[in-house]
């Protein structure tokens, strides 16, 4: 009787979940509807943009995300250069490590750390201050005044997100780059002139074109979904850290699988193929 219970427990539970999941798209897509018709409309009268605002986001996500952000790619470019030489120098393929960690950093590692990184501090922050303003009311004044919510509280974050993520991502690669390079000059007395020869041959730009695609496609996966959350915040302070959490997790996730596709999608159009 135990048995049957927990049976029916279980699929209702693994019901409930994927309903939640159908709900939680069918929002999203509703959500990323409104505001790409409401960038749209921004990007056609660039008057009515909140410029300030925008400068505002653009310094929070960029210029004060760089040094964390550079930091830990380089400390991403040592630990891998580090381990990867290990396992080289036994075989005699030390000439190969300006290779694996170009391509790693370049088209995987670089814009996905960065993404995590934004998620962190940025989205986190994004989903709080709306869910905040819910909290307060202050969302429901400004609908009530007749103001677009999407206008004053989307639209500039996506805007400041796409323009700082790929030159977070840029300079990203180019710190974790620099991390294999410390590792190859130190460790496999690899001249410094050869490893950075060796890096221009086996990372071409389109690498780099690839690295800066996901950054902008990681941007709006992560200004919507913690904008979004924001909004479906509940209006007391649990909602808020409620929607915080669940804004950094589900982001996380998303980016992954964007990631996973994009890396399919890169491969067959630079290869031909896959794998």
Known sequence: MNGGSCCVRLICEIGEATASVFRDAL?????????????????????????????????????????????????????????????????????????????SIVRELGPLMIAV???????????????????????????????????????????????????????????GIAGGMI????????????????TVYWVPPRFFVESLTKSIVFAVIITGICCLRGFEAGEDSLGVGRATTSSVVTSIIVIIVADTLMARMFNMIFYGSAV
């Open 27 to 103: 929002k999203l897509i509703a959500f990323t509807g409104e505001t790409i018709s409401e960038l749209f409309h921004a990007l056609r009268n660039p008057l009515r943009i909140r410029w300030k605002e925008t400068l505002y986001y653009m310094n929070m996500c960029g210029a004060n995300a760089l040094p964390i952000s550079s930091l830990i790619c380089l400390l991403m470019g040592l630990i891998l250069g580090y381990q990867s030489a290990v396992q080289m120098h036994k075989y005699g393929a030390d000439a190969f490590l300006p290779a694996l960690v170009g391509c």
């Open 117 to 175: 990184i934004a998620t962190g501090r940025a989205g986190s922050a994004f989903a709080a201050e709306i869910a905040t303003m819910k909290a307060t009311e202050e969302i429901n004044a400004m609908q009530t005044m007749g103001f677009s919510p999407w206008r004053f509280l989307v639209i500039p974050k996506l805007l400041a997100m796409m323009c700082m993520m790929p030159l977070l991502t840029f300079f990203g690669d180019i710190f």
């Open 183 to 198: 590792v190859g000059t130190f460790e496999l007395d690899i001249p410094i002139h050869t490893y950075y020869t060796q």
